[in-house]
């Protein structure tokens, strides 16, 4: 069973996904999902401004998750356009741990609770 993800049924969140199969470490993960979450609250500031609004209101509700692969990533991606929530792609400069371009983070929302858990509900925390 997945871990509980924090807060009641509504409300906004963002979701930070991370590549698994690139076992990057602690600190190297954390700094792409702060990549992923910058990136997300930049592009709704323009696109998304009402869910924005709602989010930065509600307290900026964020979760960190993993993926096995790149593959998985892709899926969740196209899952959660297709619903109409916003995503963006981390793609690592490659100073550190992983290649330059490597994609390693999936950020999605701002966007309601239920309909981010429909994408990303049965994923583990990271």
Do not use: F, N
């Amino acid at each position: 069973m997945p871990a509980k993800r924090g807060g009641g049924p509504g409300g906004y969140k963002v979701v930070l996904v991370v590549r698994g199969e690139l076992r990057l470490t602690a600190g190297k993960a954390a700094v792409q999902a702060a990549h992923a979450a910058v990136m997300l609250t930049l592009a709704a500031r323009s696109h998304h401004a009402g869910p924005l609004a709602e989010w930065l209101r509600e307290g900026q509700k964020k979760i960190a998750l993993v993926v096995p692969t790149l593959a998985e990533m892709e899926q969740l991606d196209r899952r959660a356009r297709s619903k109409g929530i916003p995503t963006v792609w981390v793609e690592d400069a490659g100073l550190t741990e992983v290649p330059p371009g490597t994609r390693t983070c999936l950020g999605l929302g701002p966007a309601p609770g239920p309909l981010v858990d429909e994408i990303t509900g049965a994923l583990p925390l990271l």
